[in-house]
């Protein structure tokens, strides 16, 4: 399981890096959309992979997932649609304003 | 919390007067008189027990692991400053009124004005220092303000910007200062500062502590070399010059020396830094003060030398000069603002302020010239005047110097000093009233309005009343001053007007003969002067200073920026993935741990393939946008399934309800984006990214697999341990996010909320034309608003509205929250306004979803503030278990109030950002298939 969230990760990342590294807006949003994936998802399992143990407390059970990186990554998630809203709009002001969505403001 | 209320008096009277000033201009005035007299009045109760000998220190919990407390303190020192503040303050809104003319906006002027007060009354009664800085700051940015209060003049504008950077600077120093003297006594408390003196000045920090800390006194302070920022802030209007550099801003300084005096005085560095600056600007200001032909000017200069008498009396040192200096605080603040004043009404009733056109006024403004007259005598120490009194200890206290071998200076700098102080003292009345008759003046000069000189009247008569019975008017409030600032006895002092013939009353005649020959024989000096001008042009210096710093910037920014983003991000992955691999090289750690692996079943893999496959389809097919949106939500969904897999309920909610609420946004935008993306890279310059992008993967992967491999050890035993017992919830994330991390949250939902109102003056009054063709060309279908598809989500609302209140109300115990139900309304309510058109919503839905953000702000706050009612620090929670009809037992905790703030600012951020693009979409111009489709080259 290790392995295959490692390799989802690495996706995610990868995919990510590749559209941030395009010329247009939009494609540069949907790869930061990728990175918070990733960063998300990074962050919550360096809490290790616990299954089936959420850590809601109740009486008798003694094991739980960390909560910690949950609690991080749950106002992560928050923000990160605010900052990929606001890269958006920015986009749409871009392209009001200099009549294209290139990302330096230019055909190339 | 009397202190605390005192000082946010202003604060919040600063909002009422702007609001208030809408009604009428003259509101505004009638306003800040109430707010500074409400302020006063508050204070004048807690002064009985000063004048008692007690020293008042109250305090409110606010981070108390770093030593920070919001704490207040009134002893003598603080009540002194405090009601200079105050009561020059309420003369000044006096004099304001009848100064402004009718095009300055009343309000702007006192909000303004009322924000300053706050902030130096903040300065002369706190009691922690780290929040003596913050309004120590808040004083530069009011001051900034109000000097720059007429925007249109160009010197207002680089007056206000050269105070702030002068003054700020030296904010930064003290803020320096103050961490090294908090981290030499322990503690940030004056209380403790005061008494630790021994400590301090023993300690090997002293020095640069030292330095720190009057790096930011004396560029408050105007002292030279910084004193060029003061006679640029003379553009500020004559009200607010006469309040700045009387009583307040220019004052905070001598007062910061006044307050560590007993900690950081009685070493030679002290002496020598403080009475060194001190000196020389008390000479080089007397001269150029003497030199000024702008009123202004002159009291602006005089004012500066005035200071450095002040810091001179401090770094002598000695308990005597101590009592003298804060004597001098008083009659300073008293004789200059009514100088300013008078000069003010001379500006307003003639229309220059040129010493070189004004003469003979006192046969237009008899009143005025005679109020002026005095008050001048009074700063060139004349006897029978204020000015006197605390000019003669100075001159005693200046022979102190012959101690010291070069002391002989001191008495000699001393008296020059006062020569220039009488000869322009005489300057300011002998040429401006006096002196024959006005010629060519731009209006023909009367007395001003009765009131206006009300104000300068007052202080006119303390100056004599001081100045002639010293001990029933002053005495008591200065000993008591004195004694805080000394903290000890204060020495013996006699405040009787003559001393008998000793050296001091020779100085003083020297002064006052001297002064005479210097002012009628001025025509020398004059053309002496002229000669030499220009010798001492600190602004020169200042302005090439800025421009260097500018062109400095240019060039780096130049260096670094190379106008592609592209380019940058590129070289910014490259450099990470560099540091990466060379920290795992030079680490001998293996990659794979020890930890005993997880088992993949069926289920897992085929999740992850289909999340791996939709993510790289993205890329693919990211040319055609619409497409990879909709793989995109794939992914996200993959994602909220690997969060339920392990064990983060709470997570898959929210990552569920913000992928719909993004994706609604991402077409919502996409729609005046074009449809594709062309196809503008090389197939080198793809390959290359792809390489990039793949050994970025690559490397993130290894780190997962590096970590996941390794045994954990966690830091959440704490919170997992006290969730329940402490914080009173079963849902520990919860309880971290409302709870044990309130703060970080707090600061989050503010982050949002910004994020919010950033996006929302973006988009105000941005106009795109979206495409009315979908890709293939075809129209797009007519019928927006699908019957069924309305009726459904309308029927759904309450249904999605119930759920959503559900979730915040068990969010404590059980999976759910603020966040997650303030998605699930935004998710609700934004279903309504895409089924049935933003205007048909908007009808139904008045609420202004501003509001909601800023009410969500509030309760979140008032949470965090309600813990102080009860003497907790700021945000601690409480709980309690209700037995409520028919639901049965009900836990009630008052994190789920700050639960319900955050659930606001949610909804309202979301809501707002959503909005604001679909009335972008009802402002688009998109009926009419005529017009041509926009077409994007492949």
């Known amino acids: 399981m290790e392995a295959l969230i490692a390799l989802i990760l690495g996706t995610l990342t990868a995919c990510g890096v590749y559209l941030i590294l395009r010329g247009r807006t939009f494609p540069v949003v949907l790869g930061l959309t990728f990175l918070s994936y990733a960063v998300n998802l990074f962050l919550l399992v360096m809490g290790r992979l616990t299954i089936g143990k959420p850590p809601i407390i109740m009486e008798g059970v003694t094991d739980y997932a960390d909560p910690l990186p949950q609690a991080l990554v749950l106002t992560a998630i928050v923000i990160g649609f605010a900052m990929t809203a606001f890269v958006i709009v920015l986009s749409l002001k871009a392209q009001a304003e200099l009549g294209n969505d290139h990302v330096d403001g230019k055909h190339k | 919390m009397n202190l605390l209320l005192i000082a946010l008096t202003p604060f919040i009277g600063a909002i009422f007067v702007a609001v208030i000033s809408r009604l009428g201009r003259l509101h505004a005035a009638w306003a800040a008189g109430a707010v500074t007299l409400l302020s006063l009045i508050l204070l004048l109760p807690l002064a009985v027990d000063t004048f008692a000998g007690q020293t008042l220190v109250q305090r409110l919990s606010w981070i108390p692991t770093v030593g920070l407390d919001v704490a207040f303190r009134l002893d003598g020192l603080a009540l002194l400053f405090a009601l200079l503040i105050l009561g020059i303050g309420l003369l000044i809104i006096l004099y304001a009124r009848y100064y402004l003319s009718e095009r300055d906006d009343m309000g702007r002027f006192y909000a303004y004005l009322l924000l300053f007060m706050g902030s130096m009354l903040g300065i002369a009664l706190s009691e922690n220092i780290i929040q003596l800085l913050i309004f120590w700051e808040l004083t530069s940015l009011s001051s900034f303000l109000l000097i720059s209060y007429w925007q249109h003049r160009h010197e207002s504008r680089s007056g206000a910007r050269m105070a702030l950077a002068v003054t700020g600077g030296g904010g930064l120093a003290l803020l320096g200062g103050f961490l090294l003297l908090g981290e030499i006594v322990g503690s940030y408390d004056l209380t403790v500062i005061l008494a630790s003196g021994d400590i301090i000045r023993a300690h090997p920090f002293y020095l640069p502590m030292l330095i720190l800390v009057l790096l930011g006194a004396f560029t408050k302070s105007a002292q030279f070399p910084f004193h060029f920022w003061l006679p640029n802030a003379m553009a500020a209007p004559t009200p607010v010059s006469a309040y700045l550099h009387s009583a307040t801003m220019v004052k905070a300084g001598v007062f910061l020396l006044a307050r560590l005096f007993p900690a950081l005085s009685g070493t030679p560095e002290w002496f020598w830094l403080v009475s060194t600056t001190g000196l020389a600007t008390l000479l080089i200001a007397a001269l150029i003060a003497f030199f000024k032909h702008d009123l202004k000017g002159l009291l602006a200069y005089s004012t500066i030398s005035h200071l450095g008498l002040i810091t001179l009396l401090f770094g002598i040192g000695t308990p005597l000069a101590a009592v003298a200096g804060v004597f001098h605080i008083i009659n300073h603040a008293i004789f200059k603002a009514s100088l300013f004043m008078a000069a003010g009404i001379i500006d307003h009733e003639t229309g220059t302020r040129d010493m070189r056109r004004l003469r003979g006024l006192w046969h237009f403004m008899p009143h005025t010239a005679l109020l002026a007259t005095v008050a001048a005598a009074s700063m060139a120490g004349v006897p029978l005047f204020n000015g006197f009194l605390s000019k003669e200890m100075f001159f005693t206290e200046t022979l102190y110097g012959f101690d010291y071998s070069w002391g002989w200076l001191l008495p000699a700098g001393a008296t020059l000093a006062g020569i220039f102080a009488v000869a322009y003292s005489l300057r300011f009345i002998h040429n401006v009233f006096f002196n024959g008759i006005p010629v060519d003046l731009p209006k023909t000069p009367h007395e001003p309005p009765r009131w206006m000189k009300v104000p300068v009247e007052v202080l006119v008569a303390l100056c004599l009343l001081v100045g002639i019975f010293p001990v029933l008017t002053v005495e008591p409030i200065l000993s008591l001053a004195a004694a805080s600032v000394l903290q000890g006895p204060v020495p013996e002092y006699n405040l009787a007007i003559w001393h008998g013939f000793n050296t001091a009353l020779w100085m003083s005649v020297i002064a006052l003969v001297g002064g005479g020959l210097v002012y009628f024989r001025r025509h020398l000096i004059f053309r ?411």
Not at chain 2, 778 to 801: E, G, Q, S, Y
Not at chain 2, 841 to 863: D, F, W
């Open chain 2, 528 to 938: 002496l002067h002229e000669q030499l001008s220009d010798r001492w042009e600190f602004k020169k210096g200042y302005n090439q200073l800025i421009e260097k710093l500018f062109r400095f910037s240019t060039v780096v920014t130049r260096l670094l920026d190379t106008h592609s983003l592209q380019r940058m991000l590129f070289v910014f992955m490259l450099f990470i993935m560099a540091l990466g691999v060379s920290g795992f090289i030079a680490g001998d750690a293996l990659l794979t741990g020890d930890r005993a692996l997880l088992p993949v079943n069926g289920v897992s893999l085929l999740v992850a393939l289909m999340l791996m496959i939709a993510s790289i389809g993205t890329v693919f097919l990211h040319q055609q946008r619409l497409v990879a949106l909709i793989l995109l939500g794939a992914v996200g969904l993959g994602v909220v399934l690997i969060f339920v897999k392990f064990s983060a309920p709470d997570l898959a909610l929210t990552q569920l309800s913000v992928e719909v609420v993004t994706i609604v946004l991402l077409l919502l935008a996409l729609y005046f984006l074009p449809q594709y993306s062309p196809a503008e890279s090389s197939k080198l310059l793809k390959c290359r990214d792809a390489v990039v992008a793949i050994a970025a993967g690559g490397g993130v992967a290894a780190l997962v697999w590096a970590v996941l491999t390794r045994p954990q050890q966690t830091i959440a035993d704490y919170f997992l341990a006290n969730s329940v017992t402490g914080g009173g919830g079963a849902n520990v994330v919860n309880v971290i996010l409302v709870d044990f991390r309130g703060y970080d949250t707090l600061g989050e939902i503010t982050v949002l909320a910004l994020a919010g109102l950033g996006i929302y003056a973006m988009l105000d009054q941005l106009q795109l034309i979206g495409s009315n063709r979908d890709v293939e060309g075809r129209l797009w279908n007519r019928d927006m608003h699908p019957v069924i598809m309305a009726t459904f989500t309308r029927l759904l609302l309450p249904l999605a509205l119930l759920v959503s209140v559900y979730i915040l109300l068990r969010g404590h115990n059980m999976p759910g929250g603020g966040f997650i139900a303030g998605l699930i309304t935004a998710a609700a309510l934004i279903m309504q306004y895409l089924a049935n058109g933003v205007a048909w919503t908007q009808q139904r839905l008045p609420a202004n979803v501003h509001s909601v953000i800023g009410y969500g702000l509030l309760i979140a706050v008032l949470t965090g503030l309600a813990s102080w009612l009860f003497g907790y620090p700021f945000l601690t929670s409480t709980f309690s278990h209700l037995h409520w009809p028919l639901v049965g037992e009900f836990e009630l905790a008052s994190a789920m109030a700050f639960d319900l703030g955050v659930y606001l600012v949610v909804v309202g951020a979301t809501l707002l950002i959503i909005i604001n693009l679909g009335l972008m979409h009802s402002r688009s111009p998109h009926s009419g298939a005529r017009k041509p489709i926009r077409k994007w080259k492949h």
